[in-house]
Structures are given as structure tokens and as C-alpha cells.
């Protein structure tokens, strides 16, 4: 594809629900990172793959979290027992191979998720 | 500029004028460094980068410039147009914590006036 997509482009979920946000990352990209973004603030790191496995996940808040890359191309972020908290922007971006100084991260266009 | 709670930091500029964005990066041992532009409702987008080595990289209509003993890094935007309007974040890298985690400032919002 042409750059990283996300979906949805927004999530709207009740108090305690289960939510999975996807992202496709550029095809050939072995690096993808999951941040949350809150309004005006820069992007927070949760979780960096390289290719099908967590290389780190300190980011992630706490065990309502996960994300997989099974295949080491989409990625899912998985969050059980939404709170009110939890709303912000999820943004993915991927990069060819992981250290920034070599290569540029890609982001998504992110998914804006909203906990009632 | 640094963000203070959840009030960012804006700047508005004359269409036309010359924009100066800065940032105070906290890591001394930070030896690379981004800046990223991030239009309404866009994922951060790659302006331009330096590299502790350098104290100034140029682009296209962009400057950046590093003064390392006072951790400080500006964004000079020539001419700016419309399509300049936008939130910058700069981010900083350091080995020495880890190769591939980026830190984030808080950003600044970028107002052309017509």
C-alpha cells in the first residue's frame, strides 16, 4: 500500500467493553510501533515490534493491553475493559528497520477511540 | 516552546513570513534528533532531521538548527503558506537509553494568518 492505514478511523465503546484496533503497516517494513496520543500532547510510546515479536512493551499501561503481529505485517491492539481513560488517539507507524537514525517511521492516520 | 499541562503552545504567523519553532530537548546525551508535522486529524508526518554533529541541516523551505550546549532545537519555516498550519513536534533519540524509542516534546500549533 501507499503509506500505513488504520482502522477504524474511529472507535466509540461503552465503559468495560472490548476493543481491537488494527493497523497494516508499509509492506516491507520489519519495525511497527503502537503509541497513544492525548490532545496536545506528543505521541506516547506503548509497544515496538520487529517483525512478529514485542521486542518492548514497557510502554503498554497495564495488562488490559496487548498487541500482536502474528505474521509480522498487520498488527492488532487489543484493550479489555475499556475505561474512560483509556480515549485518545492510537497512532501506528512502521519503518523499514526499526532505528530511527537509519530510517523514517511512517504513521498512521490513527483511531480516535472514545470511552463512555 | 514547552507545553504546560494541556495548553499548547501556539505560534501565528503572517502568510508570507518566515516561522521560527522551538524546542528544549531534556537528554544531553540525545545525538539525533526530528522534527515532525502533524496536520488535523493526520498522524505525525517526517519534516526533517540532525544529527549531533551538525548544527544546522536545511531542506525545502525548512532550517533546522541545533545548539547543543544549551539543548536547544528550532524549526525555521521560510515563506509560509496555508498548508504550513499545523501541530510540530520535535523528538529526540539517545543510544545511549535505546536505539529505536523516540522522545517526544509536547508541540507547537502553527497559525497562518492570511
Known amino acids: 500500500g501507499a503509506g500505513v492505514s488504520q482502522t477504524p478511523s474511529n472507535k466509540v465503546t461503552e465503559k468495560g467493553k472490548y476493543v481491537e484496533l488494527r493497523c497494516d503497516p508499509i509492506?516491507?517494513?520489519?519495525?511497527l510501533y503502537w503509541y497513544r496520543q492525548s490532545l496536545g500532547q506528543g505521541p506516547e510510546f506503548l509497544i515496538y515490534?520487529?517483525?512478529?515479536?514485542?521486542?518492548?512493551d514497557s510502554g503498554l499501561p497495564n495488562d488490559r493491553f496487548f498487541a500482536v503481529r502474528p505474521e509480522g505485517s498487520v498488527s492488532t491492539l487489543k484493550i479489555q475493559r475499556t475505561e474512560r481513560g483509556d480515549s485518545a488517539v492510537y497512532l501506528c507507524?512502521?519503518?523499514?528497520?526499526?532505528?530511527?537514525?537509519?530510517?523514517?517511521?511512517?504513521f498512521g492516520p490513527g483511531t480516535r477511540l472514545t470511552v463512555l | 516552546g514547552e507545553s504546560v499541562g494541556l495548553h499548547l503552545p501556539t505560534l501565528s504567523v503572517q502568510e508570507g513570513d518566515n516561522s521560527i519553532i522551538n524546542c528544549a530537548y531534556s537528554?544531553?546525551?540525545?545525538?539525533?534528533f526530528i522534527w515532525y508535522k502533524q496536520e488535523s486529524g493526520k498522524g505525525p508526518q517526517f519534516i526533517i532531521d540532525?544529527?549531533?554533529n551538525m548544527d544546522k541541516r536545511q531542506g525545502q523551505r525548512v532550517t533546522v538548527l541545533l545548539n547543543k550546549t544549551v539543548k536547544h532545537l528550532s524549526l525555521q519555516i521560510a515563506a509560509t503558506q496555508p498548508g504550513d498550519s499545523a501541530v510540530y513536534f520535535c523528538?529526540?533519540?539517545?543510544?545511549?537509553?535505546?536505539?529505536?524509542?523516540?522522545?517526544w516534546g509536547a508541540g507547537t500549533k502553527l497559525i497562518i494568518k492570511p
Open positions: 507507524a512502521s519503518s523499514l528497520t526499526g532505528t530511527p537514525r537509519l530510517d523514517t517511521q511512517y
Open positions: 515490534f520487529q517483525g512478529t515479536g514485542a521486542a518492548d
Open positions: 523528538a529526540e533519540n539517545s543510544p545511549m537509553d535505546s536505539n529505536y524509542q523516540l522522545i
Open positions: 537528554n544531553s546525551a540525545s545525538d539525533y
Open positions: 540532525i544529527r549531533s
Open positions: 509492506s516491507g517494513h520489519t519495525a
